[in-house]
């Protein structure tokens, strides 16, 4: 896992000093070069919009949160798109700031996705939420339930929520500032919070460093492969690897439903009894 913390996380702390400057780095892999992210965004957005058209999403005229809206590489695929109305959310000050004034006809607030009372800052009746790369940003196994219930109270019933991360198949890792739960225990979690899982497909097999392999000689190849080969070459050609990775990523994503890294989830809150 790239960017892993050596400090006690503390998120307030950790998101201001990453976004004090800003690039793509900042919101996506902060370890990979910003035109290796590029690719990474170019294949998230498009599994991302591939899984929301087939769970019946139509972004034109809309209503979406943004949460941990980041660097606002999705607030430029939502405005293309045509979205009516679109709050966006981030820990960071700075972050959200720079996004209002990128896209003034937008609304952007400091919060934290951890705390109560999310849709006092934000509102209500979504259509969509999106938390990609975040909520494994959620370390506090209290907090998690927390942020998982202001996502459903911001939804409309019926709406999509969008989760990107991995779904461990094994048992759970943390890196500090990241814990990567299990599958098991994700469902059992959005069930409880309100919500049923809809469509789960692999973003990243070869593009990602993987953590979720079925057998510990794949997870030795797979880390031998990245530790040798691609975490030298990407520096290098960082342009040239993030298509080599994105071609990979999307022929296997299309014929494979279980990968070592990266899914995207679309979920549904279940209409209110």
């Not at 690039?23 to 892999?29: E, M």
């Not at 520096?235 to 990979?248: A, F, S, V």
């Amino acid at each position: 896992m790239t960017g892993q913390s050596r400090k006690p996380y503390d998120p307030e702390a950790y998101w201001a000093e990453r976004y004090s400057t800003i690039d793509l780095t900042k919101s996506g892999h902060i370890d990979l070069p910003v035109d290796y992210n590029r690719w990474l965004y170019r294949r998230k957005k498009e599994r991302l919009m591939q899984l929301l058209r087939r769970t019946g999403f139509d972004a034109h005229g809309a209503s979406v949160l943004d949460v941990a809206a980041g660097t606002g590489v999705y607030v430029e695929a939502w405005q293309a798109l045509g979205v009516q109305r679109l709050v966006g959310i981030d820990i960071s000050a700075n972050a959200t700031q720079a996004l209002q004034g990128r896209f003034p006809q937008y609304s952007f607030h400091k919060g934290d996705l951890a705390l109560p009372g999310l849709t006092d800052v934000v509102g209500q009746g979504f259509s969509l939420v999106t938390a990609i790369d975040m909520l494994y940003h959620i370390v506090d196994d209290a907090s998690f339930p927390v942020a998982l219930r202001n996502l459903h109270d911001a939804l409309a019933p019926g709406g999509h929520l969008a989760i990107h991360d991995v779904f461990m198949h094994g048992r759970e890792l943390e890196f500090g500032y990241i814990k990567l739960r299990t599958l098991a225990d994700y469902t059992r979690a959005l069930e409880d919070a309100g919500f049923e899982i809809l469509v789960r497909k692999p973003t990243f097999f070869v593009s990602v460093q993987g953590h979720d392999h079925r057998s510990a000689w794949a997870a030795k190849a797979a880390d031998r492969l990245w530790d040798r080969v691609q975490s030298r070459l990407i520096p290098r050609w960082p342009n040239g690897m993030g298509r080599l990775g994105y071609w990979i990523d999307r022929g296997l994503g299309g014929v494979l439903d279980e990968g070592p890294s990266f899914e995207m989830m679309i979920c549904r809150r279940r209409p209110a009894a």
